[in-house]
T-cell receptor, first 112, second 114 residues
Framework: SQQGEEDPQALSIQEGENATMNCSYK?????LQWYRQNSGRGLVHLIL?????REKHSGRLRVTLDTSKKSSSLLITASRAADTASYFC????????????FGKGTTLSVSS | EPEVTQTPSHQVTQMGQEVILRCVPI?????FYWYRQILGQKVEFLVS????????KSEIFDDQFSVERPDGSNFTLKIRSTKLEDSAMYFC????????????FGQGTRLTVV
């Protein structure tokens, strides 16, 4: 299985602080994606990083990928209360058409 | 902005009944997926569909499940004889190439089996 696994499982921070979530996966990937899920809602795509990339930025998000360690991290800078959600990494396999495999997620709580 | 739509948003059914969950993927997407999420747990892959056939399925997707693209716009998941443990949020997703591109998810259908 190429499951991604996140840590920590839960993270509580104050507004303005940075939040870092980590993800590990088991097999070779084509890409790794991060998704956000507000409570009881659908999954929203945040960012995709390909296996030949090491770092990617999108607004307040910074993602890194270390294929030698089969790990990725998501950094949210200057967090806001609205960032409160669950964050999932999802690994995309090397073969065309393979589905994303999700990790267990990190629940982020940002208090004001 | 194009989006994946799912209906119904919530369905309650009795154990043993058949349910059909419906999805309208984004119109120019070619790959379609169903995932499920049992309350408080991880998002689990069920099945992917491309070119009018299943391209990949997980161990969860056993004989009680089936998918269909009955016309050019809908994508359905049928559960033939529901069990209590089928209670979950079911998400439909679509992507353009299915590989190396983002998947767009619907808001989900909450299935409650009683």
């Amino acid at each position: 299985s190429q499951q991604g696994e996140e840590d920590p499982q839960a993270l509580s921070i104050q507004e303005g602080e940075n939040a870092t979530m980590n993800c590990s996966y088991k097999t070779s990937i084509n890409n790794l994606q991060w998704y956000r899920q507000n409570s009881g809602r659908g999954l929203v795509h945040l960012i995709l990083i390909r296996s030949n990339e090491r770092e990617k930025h999108s607004g307040r998000l910074r993602v890194t990928l270390d294929t030698s360690k089969k790990s990725s991290s998501l950094l949210i800078t200057a967090s806001r209360a609205a960032d409160t959600a669950s964050y999932f990494c999802a690994s995309g396999g090397e073969q065309a058409g393979t589905a994303l495999i999700f990790g267990k997620g990190t629940t982020l709580s940002v208090s004001s | 902005e194009p989006e994946v739509t799912q209906t119904p948003s919530h369905q309650v059914t009795q154990m043993g009944q058949e349910v059909i969950l419906r999805c309208v993927p984004i119109s120019n997407h070619l790959y379609f997926y169903w995932y499920r999420q049992i309350l408080g747990q991880k998002v689990e892959f069920l099945v992917s569909f491309y070119n009018n056939e299943i391209s990949e399925k997980s161990e969860i997707f056993d004989d009680q499940f089936s998918v269909e693209r009955p016309d050019g716009s809908n994508f359905t998941l049928k559960i033939r004889s529901t069990k209590l443990e089928d209670s979950a949020m079911y998400f439909c997703a679509s992507s353009f190439s299915g590989w190396g591109t983002e998947a767009f998810f619907g808001q989900g259908t909450r299935l409650t089996v009683v």
